[in-house]
């Protein structure tokens, strides 16, 4: 996982205001494209791993969750603090943008 996407710069620059969702989600789907995780926004999270998974399946589901919380985080870091609040809570990155 990169720790820095030098083009987050453009979030941070066009924080979500509210009014201008259409130019901040085209930024953010800039943002995550470029780190091959805008998937994040529309497929569901991996079903619940069996007990007996194997590491393919473990992988894949921990692949998932990273991430998901890296989405997460470039969508509420570049959020209003009103909007950050209304979404802290929300786990994954599908329905944070779902709700919008």
């Known amino acids: 996982m990169t720790s820095w996407n030098p083009l987050s ?5 066009n924080k979500l205001t509210g ?3 259409s ?3 085209r930024n953010l789907k800039i943002i995550l494209a470029s780190e091959k995780i805008a998937y994040t926004l529309h497929k569901a999270p991996p079903k619940e791993v ?3 998974a194997t590491s393919n399946e473990l992988e894949k589901l921990e692949n998932w969750l990273d991430h998901n919380l890296q ?4 969508m509420l870091a570049s ?3 009103e909007l950050q609040r209304r979404f802290e809570e929300t786990v994954d990155a599908k329905d944070i943008h779902k709700h919008l």
Request: with cysteine.
């Open 19 to 21: 009014p201008n969702y």
């Open 50 to 52: 069996p007990v007996k």
């Open 9 to 13: 710069v453009i979030l941070d620059q």
């Open 71 to 74: 989405a997460r985080c470039y």
């Open 79 to 81: 959020m209003s603090n």
């Open 23 to 25: 130019d901040w989600l």
